[in-house]
């Protein structure tokens, strides 16, 4: 099973919300309050209604605490150093979410189809391996996405959980197909899933 590989998209301007708008040797500023800029994380919206964002010169700030948490970093204020230190998430550590956790997950290059010289691939052979700790109400979701280089997503699948009682599950997934730029008909299957895997990171999280 290939080892799973996160990445982060975190290209915006960021500012750590603290309890006045004060920048550099205690400056003040006025800035306008922008509680109606919204930031989309791949389609989904991040709350900021309890820390808006900011508009300041032209430039729209947004609260690095609620970005950061929403985009998996632990965020930890160094009051001595005056210092914002940004953490990615233990890897170790599983995905969990209201009575269901993910004890691990892996999809695995599979079809080849050469288009004009470039490769169009499908994850096939997806799949999640889950505990249900506590009866659910309702069946979970969960998102899986394939990001490139770029930190770009190129392909999102919705995935739908159907056991909803105690118990530890698998589940199969697909998604549909996406370029890449390396040939298919060249060597043999294992090198190639080796060469997409180095091109290309996953995510999962659950709704």
């Known amino acids: 099973m290939k080892k799973i590989k996160y990445i982060i998209i975190f290209?915006?301007?960021l500012f750590i919300a603290v309890p006045s708008l004060v920048f550099a040797a205690d400056k003040a500023i006025k800035a306008t309050l922008a509680s109606y800029v919204q930031i989309v994380n791949v389609r989904e919206n991040i709350?900021?209604?309890?820390?808006?964002?900011?508009?300041?010169?032209q430039r729209t700030y947004v609260p690095l605490r609620v970005v950061s948490e929403a985009l998996g970093y632990e965020v930890g204020w160094d009051a001595e150093n005056y210092r914002v230190d940004l953490k990615e998430e233990d890897q170790s550590v599983k995905l969990a979410k209201d009575g269901i956790e993910?004890?691990?997950?892996?999809?695995?290059?599979?079809?080849?189809?050469?288009?004009?010289?470039?490769?169009?691939?499908?994850?096939?052979?997806?799949?999640?391996?889950?505990?249900?700790?506590?009866?659910?109400k309702e069946k979970a979701t969960a998102t899986?996405?394939?990001?490139?280089?770029?930190?770009?997503?190129?392909q999102t699948e919705t995935i739908i959980l159907e056991e909803t009682e105690p118990?530890?599950?698998?589940h199969n997934f697909y998604t549909g197909y996406f370029r890449t730029s390396y040939d298919g008909t060249k060597g043999d299957s294992s090198?190639?899933?080796?060469?997409?895997?180095?091109?290309?990171?996953?995510?999962?999280?659950?709704?």
């Open 11 to 13: 290209s915006l301007v």
């Open 47 to 57: 709350d900021t209604s309890s820390n808006p964002l900011i508009i300041y010169n």
């Open 102 to 136: 993910v004890i691990e997950y892996a999809a695995t290059p599979n079809a080849r189809v050469p288009i004009h010289d470039v490769v169009s691939v499908t994850y096939t052979d997806g799949e999640i391996l889950y505990t249900i700790t506590e009866p659910l």
């Open 144 to 154: 899986f996405q394939v990001i490139n280089q770029n930190n770009k997503v190129i």
């Open 167 to 170: 118990g530890t599950y698998k």
């Open 191 to 207: 090198y190639f899933q080796d060469k997409v895997l180095d091109e290309f990171s996953y995510r999962l999280k659950l709704n």
